[in-house]
């Protein structure tokens, strides 16, 4: 924004200090006239005789050394405010510097105010803070756009080479050709959905209405359990009545993804999943509980990140895109929620979400 020229903040201080020291000293003088006034009146009534006017000596005499007074004060008040102006402002002066840092895009500078708490050490603080997540978060995007590209080209390049194969070698199986297509054409499409579902999401463009996050959890289990029987899981699904405001779209979406990482990220045989709601004082959780592979709390931390899978799935037809728990994650924090993995002592995972409950209506 273009701004019209105007006085520093070290200028306005500088004169803000010297007026009040100035004013402050015409009040004293002030005080000090009167009282030498007075003390020359009552001495002259006193003698009985008026020599002289009281007034005019006064003016004579006490005026010289008033108007010195005040020009030593005028002078030192703006060479001292602008001493200490300087001095009170010399930290905002190194915030703004590293805005402007900022602001040419480099996230990675910290300004790391030295000196005891104050307002601008707090400011500091914020700005710093504020710059990390910064930081963090382009990162984050960075990686999610390389990501997504590779993803996306992966699916493209087959295409094209299934059908340079096509071209090139017309007694080739037709049919297979196109299967495969169709195959690789899916996947694309799932990917695109997916991502279009991150975006919904994490710009929070939704209706909320009251949904009970545990019939959207037995809706999930249900729809899922025909894969859950493929593949030889067994689901376990109990819990309260636990209502949240959302959209039910989302919250069906963040439910089905749970239900179904716990599912192909399972053992070979004989796998189980629980699935459990829950309500708390103000808060509502659905946690999702798998067995499976021995996990490392260091890959449990990465898997909310966009394309990222943790052991290889056991049940390879099952593939997914690598954003179910990233959209889980985005979901949550849309809703205003916590998500939570822990990886289990026998192998396999923990996902529990805790949302805010919504507000029964006062009787």
């Not at 007034?55 to 050394?65: H, K, L, N």
């Not at 049919?175 to 054409?185: A, F, S």
């Not at 716990?262 to 946690?287: E, P």
């Not at 690598?322 to 949550?332: D, E, K, P, Q």
Request: charged share 20%; aromatic share 4%.
């Amino acid at each position: 924004m273009d701004r019209a020229p105007g006085m520093s903040a070290r200028l306005k201080l500088t004169l803000s200090y010297a007026g009040f020291l100035m004013l402050a000293g015409v009040l004293l003088l002030a005080a000090v006239g009167v009282f030498l006034l007075r003390q020359g009146w009552l001495q002259t009534n006193e003698a009985g005789a008026w020599k002289s006017n009281p007034v005019i000596d006064f003016v004579r005499g006490f005026a010289p050394t008033a108007a010195a007074v005040m020009v030593f004060l005028l002078v030192f008040g703006l060479l001292g405010g602008w001493v200490l102006s300087g001095r009170m402002l010399a930290p905002l002066a190194r915030i703004t510097s590293a805005t402007r840092t900022a602001a040419k895009g480099s996230l990675s500078h910290r300004i790391r105010m030295p000196g005891r708490q104050d307002e601008f050490r707090e400011l500091a603080d914020a700005f710093d803070a504020m710059l990390a997540r910064l930081e963090e978060h382009v990162a984050a995007q960075r990686r999610f756009a390389a990501n997504a590209s590779h993803e996306l080209r992966t699916p493209l390049a087959i295409s094209k080479s299934l059908v340079e194969v096509a071209r090139s070698d017309p007694s080739h199986d037709t049919g297979e050709v196109l299967d495969r297509l169709e195959v690789v054409n899916a996947r694309a499409i799932d990917l695109t959905e997916a991502l279009l579902l991150l975006s919904r999401a994490d710009q929070r463009s939704f209706t909320r209405e009251q949904v009970d996050l545990s019939l959207m959890a037995e809706e999930a289990t249900e729809t899922l359990l025909p894969l859950a029987e493929k593949n030889g899981v067994t689901i376990e699904t109990r819990g309260d009545i636990t209502p949240v405001s959302g959209s039910p779209a989302l919250l069906l979406q963040l439910t089905t993804n749970l239900v179904h990482n716990a599912i192909v990220h399972n053992l070979s045989a004989q796998g189980r999943v629980w699935v459990t709601t829950s309500a708390h004082r103000g808060t509502v959780r659905l946690t999702v509980e798998n067995t499976g592979e021995m996990l490392t709390p260091h890959l449990v931390s990465t898997l909310t990140e966009p394309f990222q899978r943790g052991v290889e799935r056991i049940h390879a037809d099952q593939a997914g895109v690598g954003l179910g728990l990233a959209i889980v994650a985005t979901i949550t924090r849309a809703h205003d929620g916590a998500l939570t993995l822990t990886p289990r002592d026998t192998g396999g995972l923990r996902i529990t979400v805790e949302l805010p409950a919504h507000p029964s209506p006062r009787s």
